[in-house]
């Protein structure tokens, strides 16, 4: 595969604090919080309305959060910090 052209910068999705649901008022998962880095792998496993979907839709940003705080995936300017022009180094 190429080398991608940018990376993304841990975490690639943090919830800190967050409740989410359907109707206001009402959430279906309450102060959920959660950090995936780039080399996790994840598995959602639970019963019959425990919550899975919902917490797929607020990832995918098909729900918003009625509280807390969401971080999706930042760029990083550099494919290798190492690898930066020595520009930046300059005053």
């Known amino acids: 595969f ?6 993304l910068s841990p975490p690639i999705l943090a919830l800190d604090n ?3 649901g359907y109707e206001p008022g009402k959430p279906i998962l309450n102060k959920v ?6 080399e996790d792998r994840i598995a959602l496993l639970g019963s019959n ?3 899975k979907s919902t917490l797929v839709k607020l990832i995918a940003n098909k729900l918003q959060p009625f509280s807390g ?4 995936g930042r760029t990083s300017p550099y494919l290798n910090p ?3 022009s020595s520009a930046h180094d300059r005053p």
């Not at 919080?33 to 780039?38: F, K, Q, S, Y």
């Open 33 to 38: 919080t959660l950090r995936v880095d780039t």
């Open 82 to 84: 190492r690898s930066r």
């Open 69 to 72: 705080a969401v971080t999706r």
């Open 18 to 20: 967050v409740s989410v």
């Open 2 to 7: 190429p080398a991608p052209e940018k990376i």
């Open 49 to 51: 309305g425990n919550g």
